[in-house]
């Protein structure tokens, strides 16, 4: 089944190109159709990863080697151990220009998002104000099977509603209108003319209209808006002082920023990210590059990926996501972390997905891909490592999602997997 979101999608984005990274009796597998990686396993004896403050030899030569074969303009890389952190920044903000690109620029983060939506709602679960098996129909009478989707499903996928971004004619007008401000109610009547992918829970599929739907009930339940809410219960408990969620209509990102590039096009990338074989032989010969997609209005993913943030900041966020009591208590905070269940079901080393929060291996965390720009953010609370990596392109012109790619090479890297 193709994954939804091609246009902009995260965590799962990784089935486009079937990928599947899994931790089972201290092997870790890794397979990819473009990249092809291979099996890697940890050596038994090696329980600690490298120390951050060599990484310099270990880590560039990943990221120029995926930047090259997936023709990335610029990144950004950060990782962090329990004693030290390292930063790197790669490439130009402008392609062809002359301006590096440096370790504190702001990103469009995408599906990263999706967590944060994900972890207000699980706030309010906390505080009484709604259930977790709350049907939806409790807030909206609109809503597809809405007396069997629960507030739950919404959070892990699994509520079988479609993905409002696979509509051809969206993709089409975000192709030819790439500023056209969206209102959220209008991105939900898309996704109601679509036909829901299966019924509530008989299975995951990604799907952005979720995580709309899920912001929504925030504020009709709030009172507030998703910005509001996110700023007083995730940005500043946090000092996440780099990260914003746009105001409506805003397609701007703060200086200092890089421009977002991408291969194709929407319409061409529901098909697949792959570009067709004449086209890749442009890309390598140089006389295709990619379209400059930095002014594309970010209310066509609103609550489901405008975030914009920095490498540090969503390496302090990931950590508390992951690791922390600080945006959860204790028993919910653990509740979700036991609520990722592997998306293939027949493979129990398959990425696994939860309460808007994915585990790639021994990472816990989310990915996030947009017209533009990709991320990856993990965090391995066993071994108290954290990597984020922000790319300027969302699929390399082949397929695949360069950020995450970097993220699987330095975790081979720093655990010592062959």
Known sequence: ???????????????????????????????????????????????????????????????????????????????????????????????????????????????????MVGTVLLQLVDEGRLRLDDPVSRFRDDVPDGDTITIAQLLNMRSGLFSYNEDPAFARTLDRDPGRVWQPEELLRIAWRGTPYAEPDSGFRYSNTNTILA??????????????????????????????????????????????????????????????????????????????????????????????????????????LVGGTTLLDARLQQARLDSAAPLDPLDPTANRYGLALESFGPMLGHDGAIPGFQTFMGYDPVRDVTIVVLCTVRDGPAGGRPANEIAYGIVRALYHLR
């Open 1 to 115: 089944m193709r994954h939804p979101g091609a246009i902009g999608s995260g965590a799962a984005g990784t089935n486009i190109r079937g990928i599947v990274v899994g931790v089972l009796c201290g092997v870790m597998v890794f397979t990819s159709a473009d990249a092809g990686p291979g099996r890697i396993r940890r050596d038994p004896a090696v329980t600690a990863p490298a120390a951050a403050s060599g990484l310099d030899a270990r880590v560039i030569p990943i990221v120029d080697a995926v930047m090259q074969s997936m023709a990335v303009p610029a990144a950004v890389v950060q990782v962090r151990t329990a004693t030290s952190t390292w930063s790197h920044a790669f490439g130009s903000r402008e392609l062809g220009g002359a301006d590096p690109i440096g370790v504190g620029d702001f990103f469009r983060v995408g599906s990263v998002t999706k967590t």
């Open 215 to 320: 912001a929504l009930i925030i504020e009709q339940v709030t009172g507030n808006s998703i910005a509001t809410e996110l700023s007083q219960r995730v940005f500043r408990p946090l000092g996440l002082t780099r990260t914003s969620f746009p105001a409506p209509g805003d397609a701007t990102i703060p200086a200092p920023s890089p421009h977002g590039y991408l291969y194709g096009s929407n319409v061409s990338a529901l098909a697949s990210p792959r570009l067709p074989e004449d086209q890749l032989r442009a890309v390598r010969d140089g006389t295709l590059l990619p379209a400059d997609v930095t002014g594309l209005n970010p209310t066509w993913i609103w609550a489901a990926g405008a975030v914009i943030s920095t490498a540090a900041d969503l390496a302090t966020y990931v950590r508390a």
